[in-house]
């Protein structure tokens, strides 16, 4: 859908830019800026750019990189840890 390429331009923005920032203040004004060219280019609400935007490929069975919910990716990251737990740890 158009919502989800306006969030996985934001994911990626975010990941390639924003996250390389070191001070607080730096990763706000970017955050802002962001925002406020995806809503002018896109016309898009301030509902499409709510975040947490995450995108992941292993919720799927196809492994197509689609958005996931934040509690949904928790849940399979703490799955994983616990099978490595128990294969490599225990």
């Not at 975010?14 to 925002?35: C, G, K, N, P, Y």
Request: proline letters at 1%; one cysteine or more.
């Amino acid at each position: 859908t158009e919502e989800n390429l306006i969030r996985l331009v934001i994911h990626e923005a975010l990941r390639i830019f924003v996250d390389r920032l070191v001070f607080t203040e730096e990763r706000e004004w970017s955050e802002e800026q962001l925002d406020t060219s995806v809503m002018a280019e896109f016309g898009c609400s301030k509902e499409v750019i709510k975040r947490p935007i995450l995108f992941s490929c292993y919720l799927n069975q196809d492994a197509h990189y689609v958005g996931v919910e934040r509690e949904e990716l928790r849940q399979f990251v703490q799955s994983k840890l616990q099978i490595f737990y128990e294969e490599e740890l225990a």
